[in-house]
């Protein structure tokens, strides 16, 4: 993705949701967006795909997919045309977060899935469902011929997730993108249902974009990290330098606000001081500035511009110096 | 329900007691009545000199058995009236309903499908006017237009002399049926598109399109089939038309069904035949609330039994 | 310096004043109103009058809209019946709905068994094809006036009952209830004091709409010759007069002109209703499938107000 803008009209009015979002994803890598909710990141998604609201749309910038040195461009592409569907479902599969809403409570679950096979490749209607069986049964579900010709409500929640996932990679696409597949679900299946995305991911090369807002999960499955606030990315790097060594204020103060096992239990939590504004504000300079502990007046006034590091890590701050590294706080830190 | 449709048969016929008729004539032939000294005898025997919810249960009893009593006003057993309108009546309703259901589905889903389009405005449009124009209104004026001066189409009534077979009875049918379907549509185009339009934002719409369905199939296979729903629920609920009659526009064109059969036992206060249609009217609505219960369970298969997999 | 913010009435009025199809069914209903209480000056012939010399003449200058057969100016004759239609739909509306409102608080606020009796009697009355369940009636009770009012008071008030009841299931959870329930307050004073209030906006946009859905009633009703009396003219009874066919062929002028009143009439209400609903209840105001045809037809042409969100 390339300086991509995306807007939303909402009564009569205009919302700047995307703002120049830039991503590169490397084939075969795993990618986590992270931010808080309202930040875009399931807009980025719902933006490769072409599958934006009827209210949205790409401003600007470009979406190109490689593949064997051809680059498509994306959202070029006539929305529902031959072309963008061929993507989507067999290039491109996606996983969404609403296991309940985003199944067609009266289909049955098999064929939901086999329904993507049958769009794109030429199979018989036995052949798919076998094949349909199998993924079930490599997922993880339980009595899997059975199951086939179940109800989406007969599912508990996790299960309704291996069959989302099995949707998504039915056609075994390349990219994977999957919007926050384990926030509605409790702890324990969340950690089987992340370990299954990676196990995909790592057992045919795929590449996968994973939306969170999940810092925890981030460090289990994540080869590189984009950090988006308020439309922008504001940090983008390997798992390890993002976490490890944040430079984007933003980005600390998240970490900060992760609770921790081994943490200090007699200090308080840390938050960010602040609300996160509405998209409908546009502002000249750094959203962030507000809030920002090291904002500088100049922060305010310009565009700022995404900064490169060592090891292509990307920052968008300019109180960085050189090296990467923040000045000292100006407002004093808050503890609340 | 069952406790609700006895009771307005019930209200029906102490109200009937209440009037100056003799309730008499309406439980035996005109023979019977003809000669007085039965009467007294009769009286006894029909249970007149019984309490009034006796009475009642005893003509609720009758109805079971078949004997539907007396029209007052022309001594013809009410059951053969109603076998002799009955027909007219379905015909009417029933092609009606089918027209209108199905013409309100089609546009529903395209006005839905195409928010702001040329059918959606148009589709608005028929029904802001549905609600503002009286139906029976467009029964006259097309009346006037296509039978009178057009001479398109016969002035009324269900069959002209000589005719015999469906065919030849048709062009009778043509212009009640579309007054009938256009009311009908009005009411209905409201609900199929908002249903429609329900649909289409959720969520699992999205999922389909994601997996890179063409449109149609789309709206098809996932949004048509969940919008049923609510719209089979209304027109469950039209069913009882089929026996209380189109009234107003049976009496637009003269047309000889259970409607006309209504309004012409009101004006003579002929309370036999009230009832019974009444009474009919609510097991109407009964059967059609079964049918509703039915339906549910066919197009959504959460309201039927199944256990949690885990 | 501050401003000072207008009350919530002012906003109201200033905000129907901006709703264009609002404003237009108010004009014409304003108008429909006033040329009807003034109708002795307007039209300068007495309804009742009839001129053997005159009669079933079509439209002419001397007579806006024709005579009938009896020699009666149909001009003055539309307008006096506007009178009392009019009164018809008003009272009937505003009975209906005080009897909807009333059970329907009772049915919200105290639940359990009233809460489904009272259901249960509405869905019967309300799955009851309409104008049957009317007729029902009228053979009870007789016709005229006042008895049309009351009947309609009765089998209408099912609409109100659930909007009513709907609003105060849910705000009877909401807080400011526990902390009325909290101090003491009888039931009568929530009921009265606290919850009513809230729920007038739906009450009032249904009065409004009753209003046409009885006018229309009415029309059919007297149409049949079963409403109100030819002596008391109404737009319905003056349609009575085309139940000859004879009249739906060549008299025309006879009840196109009824007619058109009434569709002119009730069109005028059904948009000041969509008007109100839009000003009252915003949140219906957003949903694009309520907007009328008009509203979204001035916004192609015009371009859509500009909103800031601040």
């Known amino acids: 993705m390339k300086d991509v803008n995306v807007s939303f009209t909402v009564e009569s009015s205009n919302l700047h949701i995307l703002r120049d979002v830039s991503l590169q994803v490397p084939r075969g890598s795993f990618l986590c967006i992270v931010g808080e909710s309202g930040c875009g ?19 600007s910038g470009l979406i190109s997919y490689y593949e064997s040195g051809k680059a498509t461009e994306l959202n070029k592409l006539e929305k529902f045309g031959r072309e963008m569907r061929s993507f989507r479902g067999a290039k491109i ?36 469902k076998e094949r349909v069986i199998e993924l079930f049964r490599k997922l993880g579900i339980p009595d899997p011929e059975r199951r086939f010709n179940a109800y989406p409500h007969e599912f508990s929640g996790g299960m309704r997730q291996r069959v989302m996932i099995a949707i998504a990679t039915i056609c075994e696409p390349d990219l994977v993108i999957a919007d926050e597949p384990t926030t509605a679900l409790d702890v324990t299946i969340q950690a089987q249902i992340m370990t299954l995305l990676k196990n995909l991911q790592k057992s045919a090369q795929r590449t996968f974009i994973l939306i969170t807002h999940n810092m925890a999960l981030v460090s289990e499955v994540a080869d590189h990290v984009a950090v988006m606030y308020l439309g922008r990315v504001v940090e983008y790097g390997s798992v390890d330098q993002v976490l490890r060594s944040p430079r984007h204020p933003y980005t600390q103060a998240l970490l900060q606000s992760v609770p921790s096992l081994d943490a200090d239990k007699s200090v308080e939590l840390k938050t960010v001081d602040g609300q996160t504004p509405s998209p409908a504000e546009v502002t000249k300079g750094c959203e962030f500035a507000e809030r920002c502990l090291f904002a500088s007046d100049t922060c305010k006034d310009r565009v700022i511009p995404l900064m490169t590091f060592e090891g292509n890590h990307q920052v968008r701050c300019i109180r960085l110096d050189e090296k990467g590294n923040l000045p000292k706080p100006d407002k004093a830190g808050s503890n609340v | ?33 003809s000669d007085p000294t039965n009467l007294a005898i009769l009286r006894e025997r029909l249970g007149f000199n019984d309490p009034i919810f006796v009475q009642y249960f005893n003509w609720l009893f009758e109805i079971f058995k078949g004997n539907f009593g007396y029209s007052i006003q022309s001594g013809q057993p009410i059951s053969e009236i109603l076998a002799l309108r009955m027909p007219a009546t379905l015909e009417l309703v029933l092609a ?24 959606d405005k148009l589709s608005r449009v028929l ?86 369905l063409p449109e149609w199939k789309v709206m098809w296979s996932h949004v048509f089939r969940n919008s049923l729903g609510p719209v089979m629920v209304l027109i469950a609920f039209r069913l009882p038309l089929l026996v209380g009659g189109a009234v107003l526009v049976e009496a637009v064109f003269q047309w000889p069904g259970i409607g006309k059969t209504i309004v012409e036992a009101v004006t003579v206060s002929d309370y036999p035949v009230i009832m019974v249609v009444s009474l009919l009217i609510a097991v109407a609505i009964l059967f059609a609330s079964f049918l509703v219960d039915i339906a549910k369970s066919i197009l959504d298969p959460r309201v039927r039994l199944g256990a949690t997999i885990e | 310096m501050t401003e000072k913010v207008p009350s919530t009435a002012r ?80 009272t009937a509306s505003f009975l209906g709905n005080l009897i909807g409102t009333v059970l329907g608080a009772i049915a919200g606020y105290l639940g359990g068994r009233i809460d489904t ?53 849910s705000l009877r959870e909401e807080a400011f209830v526990e902390a009325d329930r909290a101090f003491g307050f009888s039931k009568k004073r929530i009921i009265f004091r606290h919850l009513l209030p809230n729920t007038m906006s739906p009450i009032v946009v249904a009065f409004t709409i009753n209003i046409a859905i009885y006018i229309i009633a009415e029309a059919g009703l007297s149409f049949l010759g079963l409403g109100v009396p030819v002596t008391t003219p109404t737009w319905g009874n003056l349609l009575s007069a085309a139940q000859a066919p004879v009249v739906v062929e060549q008299y025309w002028w006879l009840w196109v002109f009824p007619a058109v009143a009434i569709i002119a009439f009730v069109t005028g209400v059904n948009f000041v209703g969509d008007g109100l609903r839009d000003v009252l209840d915003p949140r219906q105001r957003t949903n694009a499938k309520n907007k009328t045809f008009l509203a979204t037809l001035r916004e192609k042409l015009f371009g859509s107000r500009k909103q800031t969100i601040e």
Do not use: C
């Open chain 2, 1 to 33: 329900m069952v406790p609700m449709a006895l009771a307005i048969s019930a209200i029906i016929f102490f109200a009937s007691r209440l009037s100056p008729i003799d309730p008499l004539y309406s439980l035996i032939s005109p023979d019977a009545a």
């Open chain 2, 96 to 119: 009606a309903l089918i027209i209108s259901t199905t013409l309100s589905l089609l546009i529903g889903l395209v006005a839905g499908a195409n928010r702001g389009g040329l059918t």
């Open chain 1, 41 to 59: 990141k399931s807009v980025t998604a719902q933006a490769i795909v072409q599958l934006l609201p009827d209210n949205g749309r790409v401003d």
């Open chain 3, 117 to 169: 009796v009272l259901i249960r009697v509405s869905e019967l009355f309300m799955t009851f094809p309409q104008l049957v369940l009317v007729l029902i009636f009228v053979t009870i009770m007789g016709q005229g006036v006042s008895n049309v009012i009351i009947i309609f008071a009765i089998t209408g008030w099912m609409t109100t009952l659930r909007l009513v009841r709907s609003e105060f299931l």
């Open chain 3, 11 to 90: 906003l109201l009025v200033r905000n129907f004043a901006g709703n264009l199809t609002g404003m237009f069914g108010l004009l014409v209903i304003f108008l429909i109103i006033t040329s009807a209480i003034f109708a002795e000056e307007i039209s300068g012939y007495n309804p009742n009058l009839m001129d053997g010399m005159s009669t079933s003449l079509s439209p002419s200058t001397d007579h806006l809209m024709g005579t009938d057969q009896l020699g009666r100016d149909v001009f003055s004759r539309v307008l006096y019946g506007g009178r009392n239609s009019i009164l018809i739909g008003i």
């Open chain 2, 127 to 212: 029904a802001a006017i549905g609600i503002s124009v009286p139906d029976f209104f467009i029964g006259l004026a097309l009346l006037n237009v296509m039978a009178y001066r057009a001479s398109l189409f016969p002035t009324g009534q269900r069959i002209s002399p000589g005719q015999v077979t469906f065919m030849e009875r048709l062009p009778h049918l043509v212009l009640p049926v579309a007054t009938l379907s256009i009311a009908m549509l009005a009411v209905l185009i409201r609900y199929t598109r908002n249903s429609v339009l329900d649909t289409i934002n959720r969520d699992f719409v999205k999922t389909a399109r994601s997996k890179g």
């Open chain 1, 93 to 128: 599969g996606m996983i969404f977060q609403d296991t309940l809403s985003s199944l067609n409570p009266a289909h049955r679950v098999g064929r939901q899935v086999a329904e993507s096979l049958l769009q794109h490749q030429n199979l018989s209607k036995d052949e798919a």
